[in-house]
T-cell receptor, first 112, second 111 residues
Framework: AAGVIQSPRHLIKEKRETATLKCYPI?????VYWYQQGPGQDPQFLIS???????DKGSIPDRFSAQQFSDYHSELNMSSLELGDSALYFC???????????FGSGTRLTVV | GENVEQHPSTLSVQEGDSAVIKCTYS??????FPWYKQELGKRPQLIID?????GEKKDQRIAVTLNKTAKHFSLHITETQPEDSAVYFC??????????FGTGTRLTIIP
């Protein structure tokens, strides 16, 4: 069965650079969630989209932005990267926000 | 917003024994409670979930119980095996919004 696809799997950036993470949800899933997980931490909610509109916002820095496109894939744009942005970034999708979240394999971002 | 507390943060049990992890939540509107297993550097994997209209759910060696009145839910793993070693997260949601995670329990199964 198709899963949530994230790209890239690994990304190394320098401080002050920008990064774009992509997420392709399970077909027919209309809701996408982004989470950030630091080492030894629980996943922290960043932002979510339902039917291409932002539906909820968590602890997402102003340097980050995201959107969901007409094909339901989502992109997380991160600018002015800081060392503290190094983390695993997970995307999850669900249908009609009804639970049953499925996580992607994540993108490991390392800022040097 | 929702706040989920999880205990213990670390747990070691002998192979074959049972493990219990407990979580409490604060938002009475939460009605969906999944449990995830996460291995180092991997995605959280859903192992079992429960909705607020039931009090208990079981899937082979794994069970979850929910007490809505007390706002707590627990994960029970019986006959533990070395491959059960991982970090386990509980989470809560009102079924229409984000998951709020607990802080995780590192479970170690001692052979």
């Amino acid at each position: 069965a198709a899963g949530v696809i994230q790209s890239p799997r690994h990304l190394i950036k320098e401080k002050r650079e920008t990064a774009t993470l992509k997420c392709y949800p399970i077909p027919r899933h209309d809701t996408v969630y982004w989470y950030q997980q630091g080492p030894g931490q629980d996943p922290q909610f960043l932002i979510s989209f339902y039917e291409k509109m932002q539906s909820d916002k968590g602890s997402i820095p102003d340097r980050f932005s995201a959107q969901q496109f007409s094909d339901y894939h989502s992109e997380l744009n991160m600018s002015s990267l800081e060392l503290g942005d190094s983390a695993l970034y997970f995307c999850a999708s669900s249908f009609d926000r009804g639970g049953g979240y499925t996580f992607g394999s994540g993108t490991r971002l390392t800022v040097v | 917003g929702e706040n989920v507390e999880q205990h213990p943060s670390t747990l070691s049990v002998q192979e074959g024994d049972s493990a219990v992890i407990k979580c409490t939540y604060s938002d009475s509107a939460s009605n969906y409670f999944p449990w995830y297993k996460q291995e180092l550097g991997k995605r959280p994997q859903l192992i079992i979930d429960i909705r607020s209209n039931v009090g208990e759910k079981k899937d082979q060696r794994i069970a979850v119980t929910l007490n809505k009145t007390a706002k707590h839910f627990s994960l029970h793993i019986t006959e533990t095996q070395p491959e059960d070693s991982a970090v386990y997260f509980c989470a809560a949601s009102n079924g229409r919004e984000k998951l709020t995670f607990g802080t995780g329990t590192r479970l170690t199964i001692i052979p």
